[in-house]
């Protein structure tokens, strides 16, 4: 018999999540489980090295430790692929002004939302910003998210920003979940640009795009690098001009797109082969259509309509029908979502966005690490990826998103440790 390190048996179910050609799954091909009933997974130097049925596997093999599942279900670890950590502070006044009825971007070109968020992170030391932080990421871990992306966005000068990917780095080292940063200083335009957007454009290209590819060189950690494109921020051009900057320095793509107007920028982010597409609420059809020929990864976000209380979510089965691959996340940040739970992602994808449970656990798993481009390592119980695996307190996967508000995780194993018992 050979010898693992840990071996979970008598799962109900185990979701493998298979990569469609080694990629994420594109159009009707998304929510293929691969499920294993009575299922086993093996796990060896922190990897996934078997999964199969329970009287195979245990014939196979010994184990450092065993755990009996006991007839729940077995899933990866979520990915969350788009987060506005670190931030500092909240913004629970602006939350009481958009119940009494003023709109986000209302607040924002008033001088609040973001920069309000700004204010406080620039004051902030990074000691501050860990202090305040590593609180969520544990929600998040006890939530079931093993690996998430983070984004600056909350500096918009170049020390502070430099500063909040600082501050990922020493949230990274403290605790399980993973952390892929991306550099957002084009999240808006700050107080002392007003009015001088192409200016604060300059800056970016100018001096923020080559500290952050400064920083990349001294840690050897490649960025992404985001925009937030939208109306009354950055538009097209704008945004073309930061992004084909960024990739010359070396960074890879994300943006933000179409939350409340569709510009074009989707269609811009496939044409500079971004790894995704985020929000995609307003998106005009040609950009749909774009996203169904390109490699480009549309992220539906839909706690955030739901935080804003609007009533339009990214229309999936549109996205889907284009051969388009979508993954889901939190898009947790103050201002308009303040949500740490892929569970609760889950259930609003499934009500909101016409999502099943399978296809929304697909997207939160294997197409959210192909959203960071991290689909090659984690996101699926595929043999040799990292062992990020959680025990389900339900026998069967589809609880998720019909069940929310309470927390179905029971057990989280991060590169094949045990991390999180619930019980
Ligand atoms: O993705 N839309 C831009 N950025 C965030 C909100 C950030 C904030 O309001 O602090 C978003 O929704
Ligand atoms: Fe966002």
Redesign the pocket.
Known sequence: MEQVDLLILNASQVCVIPSEHGGPQRGSGLGELGLVENGAVAVKNGRIHHTGPTTDLQTRYTAVQTIDANGRAVIPGFVDP?T?LP?FGD?AHEFEMRLAGAS?MEI?AAGG??MN?VRQARQASIDDLVADNLPRLQRMLAHGTTSTEAKT??GLDTATEIKLLDAMLALHAVQPVEITPTFLPA?AVPAEYQGRTNEYVDLVINDMLPAGAEWMTQHHIQLFFDV?C?AGVFDVPQTRRMMETAVTLGYRLKI?AD?FEGLGGTKLAVELGAVSA??LVKTPDADIAALGQGQTIAVG?PG?PFGLGHQEYTPAKKILAGGGALALAT?L?????WCESMQMVIALACRYMGLTQAQALAAATLNAAHAIGRGHEIGSLEPGKQADILILDTPDYRQLGYRFGTNLVNTVIKKGKVTINNE
Request: charged share 20%; glycine share 12%.
């Open positions: 788009h506005h931030w913004r986000y924002m939302g973001i968020t966005g909350y999240h937030f939208e933000h939350e985020d929000h976000l955030t898009d940040n103050p201002g308009t979502c």
